[in-house]
């Protein structure tokens, strides 16, 4: 069984091995640094004291929050434990009265794109030379809307907000 829970300092270590799998760039400190400065931003998924995934994110502004790090392992992937991942961060989001959520994620990556646009991300446009390779990167925007804070705290239950217009169309996409 899959629980959500809030990052510990002892998963630091697990935490840096999904990362590292994951992700190019690597930044074990910056960890570290999220859960001191903002700890109910950090959440894991474990499996029987195992853990399998994390994300990380953070309020960007009085109505915005951001979402810095999302990542599964790979022997756990397409089990639904990034959409877990992501339900608790934007209800945390939620919980501030946040009215957006933004994320960035390379142009190459397709399949994470798909996954953000399933859980109502919409792109807004691109960040040339986001990455520090070079990469661009799209830059994705999810409406939060009070009406969600609200059925959130009477019943505990997500509610997914009506889709966003795209602001602007990549046509790549």
């Known amino acids: 069984m899959i629980v959500i829970r809030n990052f510990e300092p002892s998963d630091f270590e697990d935490v840096l091995e999904i990362e590292a799998e994951a992700f190019s760039e690597h ?4 960890y570290m640094n999220f859960y001191e400065m903002n ?8 499996y029987n004291h195992y853990i399998v995934g994390f ?14 790090s999302l990542a599964v392992r790979k022997g756990f992937r397409s ?3 990034g959409a877990r ?17 933004s994320l960035e994620v390379r142009i190459t990556n397709v399949k994470a794109q798909k996954f953000y646009k399933r859980m109502d991300f ?17 830059i994705m925007k999810k409406r939060l809307t009070p009406f ?5 705290e009477n019943t505990g239950k ?7 217009r795209v602001i602007r169309f990549l046509d790549y996409v």
């Open 27 to 30: 930044n074990p400190f910056l």
């Open 39 to 46: 700890s109910e931003g950090f959440f894991v998924a474990e």
């Open 55 to 68: 994300v990380v994110g953070y309020q960007l502004s009085t109505n915005e929050g951001r979402i810095f």
């Open 79 to 81: 089990m639904g434990i």
């Open 85 to 101: 991942l992501m339900d608790s961060i934007l209800s945390e989001f939620m919980r501030k009265i946040l009215q957006n959520a």
């Open 122 to 138: 919409i792109p807004c446009w691109i960040e040339r030379g986001y990455y520090s390779d070079g990469e661009d990167g799209v």
């Open 148 to 152: 969600a804070v609200t059925f959130l």
């Open 158 to 164: 997500p509610v997914l907000p009506e889709k966003e």
